[in-house]
Nanobody, 128 residues
């Protein structure tokens, strides 16, 4: 069983930055692709970013491309999400998730139900 714990959320002004971290335990971290999703009040959970097992391949939602950066450290069992140029519409609970499968392609990467393990989430609030 894999446990994921996010941290680093908070309140930031528009244009600011935050760094989210997700610590994994209970499994072989390097065996999972990792993703970040977010969910705003009244909205469905949406895909943000994904990183391959080795960290060599990343994929982003169009809404965050060029502003957010996903990275991982397999030696430390962590995956990070650097958020820059934040906007009020980025306000949401951010979740990290682990994918033990072997699918590929954007239609696979972005489907929350295909990820096997989830953290409890960390709140990001961007003020105007």
């Amino acid at each position: 069983q894999v446990q994921l714990v996010e941290s680093g959320g908070g309140l930031v002004q528009a244009g600011g930055s935050l760094r989210l971290s997700c610590a994994a335990s209970g499994g072989i971290f390097s065996g999972y692709a990792m993703g970040w999703f977010r969910q705003a009040p009244g909205k469905e959970r949406e895909f943000v970013a994904r990183i391959s097992r080795s960290g060599g391949v990343t994929y982003y939602a169009d809404s965050v491309k060029g502003r957010f950066t996903i990275s991982r450290d397999n030696a430390k069992n962590t995956v990070n999400l650097q958020l820059k140029s934040l906007r009020p519409e980025d306000t949401a609970v951010y979740y990290c998730a682990a994918d033990t499968g072997s699918g590929s392609g954007s239609s696979y990467y972005t489907r929350a139900r295909l990820y096997d393990y989830w953290g409890q989430g960390t709140q990001v609030t961007v003020s105007t």
